[in-house]
């Protein structure tokens, strides 16, 4: 079983919906937790950065992160055509050495205009 | 833009050859990350620098060893290559702060092994 679940998708929406974009984990040590975003052959691009549990809003994306149950949630308001790509989620423990990413497989998400 | 630089952005070669991917990180991040990226194993952590230290090592092959030099950019060298090594390589530059642990990724090299 891998550390960080998420599902591949393609997930299929249209303009101006609400995506949720989810993943589980089973490594209670992680501590840090991020979404990126990835479009095709690109370097993935940091979207949210969260430490520890809680909420967190920038623009029409938030993050939460529930570590009780070992999950965390990306939240898209108003999606746009542009928003169309891979968007991984990643952790982290805490600690000198330990601040590697362990990433998620990556969610495909489509945005129909 | 995410201050990261990584060259080449492609490279073709040969099984049984040798290449070095280089990273420069951005302006004040002490910290480089090395990451694999490939079809059927995902986004996978190789090994981590910081300051011209090793700090921590993943999934990285013994044909595979890398270096940060005092200037604080890294290189990849990847040895002895065979057809499953083809994949996108990322660095990953983070300033290494207590709480932060953010890491932002360079452009990548795809390395293409025939």
């Known amino acids: 079983q891998k550390e960080v679940e998420q599902d591949p998708g393609p997930l299929s929406v249209p303009e101006g919906a609400i995506v949720s974009l989810n993943c589980t984990y089973s490594n209670s040590a992680f501590q840090y937790f991020m979404w990126y975003r990835q479009y095709s052959r690109k370097g993935p691009e940091l979207l949210m950065y969260t430490y520890s549990s809680g909420n967190k809003e920038d623009g029409r994306f938030t993050a939460q992160v529930d570590k009780s149950s070992k999950y965390i949630s990306l939240f898209i308001r108003d999606s746009q055509p542009s928003d169309s790509a891979t968007y991984l989620c990643a952790m982290s423990a805490r600690g000198t050495g330990r601040r590697a990413l362990t990433f998620g497989s990556g969610t495909r998400l489509q945005v129909q205009p | 833009d995410s201050g990261v630089t990584q060259t080449p952005k492609h490279l073709i070669t040969a099984t049984g050859q040798r290449v070095t991917l280089r990273c420069s990180p951005r302006?004040?991040?002490?910290?480089v990350y090395w990451y694999q990226q490939s079809l059927d194993q995902g986004l996978q952590f190789l090994i981590h620098y910081y300051n011209g230290e090793e700090r921590a090592k993943g999934n990285i092959l013994e044909r595979f060893s890398a270096q940060q030099f005092p200037d604080l950019h890294s290189e990849l060298n990847l040895s002895s290559l065979e057809l499953g090594d083809s994949a996108l390589y990322f660095c990953?530059?983070?300033?290494?702060?207590?709480?932060?642990?953010?890491?932002?990724f360079g452009p990548g090299t795809r390395l293409t092994v025939l």
């Open positions: 302006s004040g991040d002490l910290s």
């Open positions: 990953a530059s983070s300033v290494e702060g207590l709480p932060d642990n953010e890491q932002f």
